[in-house]
């Protein structure tokens, strides 16, 4: 199987990022105040805003919430494709780790698939990389943090490595 970057090359550049992210030397996604200088896009009940490395996106839905709890929509398929994300997704995966596990860096290489992930409960740190080749971007990264209480979402088309790193118990 062809590989964009050796085994090694993988767990070292995933671990450099985490660590980075962890000890505050390697930046995080960008702040607020920054975020908010980004071209946002407002569609129906979702915002979405683009990242630093084109494709990537991080996607905000509104929320109802109540003294009983809360309610929001994950996924509209007309919300996300007045966004610009003309998708219809076909598979849905969930997964459950302790704190500090470290998953990651997956991509497919003959089945690449676009990626929506959240978190339901706790909080992770959240990676893609750009493994487009002749992309501008190619090897960089760009990292969010997703947790049950903000509730973002994070868009990753294909030929993106991700993975993540469990912050909370």
């Given at each position: 199987?062809?590989?964009?970057?050796g085994?090694?090359?993988?767990?070292?550049?995933?671990?450099?990022?985490?660590n980075?992210?962890?000890t505050?030397?390697?930046?995080?996604?960008k702040?607020?105040?920054?975020?908010?200088?980004?071209?946002e896009?407002?569609?129906?009940?979702?915002?979405?805003?683009?990242?630093?490395?084109?494709g990537?996106?991080?996607?905000?839905?509104?929320?109802?919430?109540?003294?009983?709890?809360?309610?929001?929509?994950?996924?509209?398929y007309?919300?996300?494709?007045e966004?610009?994300?003309?998708?219809q997704?076909?598979?849905?995966?969930?997964s459950?780790?302790k704190?500090?596990?470290?998953?990651?860096?997956?991509?497919?290489?003959n089945?690449?698939?676009?990626?929506?992930?959240?978190?339901?409960?706790?909080?992770?740190f959240?990676?893609?990389?750009?493994?487009r080749?002749?992309?501008?971007?190619?090897?960089?990264?760009?990292?969010v943090?997703?947790?049950?209480?903000?509730?973002?979402?994070?868009?990753?088309?294909?030929d993106?490595?991700?993975?993540?790193?469990?912050?909370?118990?």
């Amino acid at each position: 199987t062809a590989h964009f970057f050796g085994a090694a090359t993988v767990k070292n550049k995933l671990w450099t990022v985490f660590n980075g992210y962890r000890t505050g030397t390697v930046a995080r996604c960008k702040d607020e105040k920054e975020a908010e200088q980004k071209k946002e896009y407002k569609m129906g009940k979702i915002k979405v805003t683009p990242c630093e490395i084109e494709g990537l996106l991080v996607i905000e839905t509104t929320v109802f919430g109540d003294a009983r709890g809360y309610f929001m929509e994950t996924y509209n398929y007309n919300d996300f494709k007045e966004a610009g994300i003309d998708l219809q997704f076909v598979q849905d995966n969930q997964s459950a780790s302790k704190k500090g596990v470290l998953r990651g860096l997956h991509f497919q290489i003959n089945y690449p698939k676009d990626k929506l992930v959240r978190v339901i409960r706790g909080e992770v740190f959240d990676v893609a990389v750009d493994l487009r080749r002749g992309s501008k971007t190619y090897g960089k990264w760009y990292g969010v943090t997703l947790s049950e209480e903000n509730k973002k979402q994070f868009f990753i088309p294909k030929d993106f490595a991700h993975g993540f790193v469990v912050l909370s118990d």
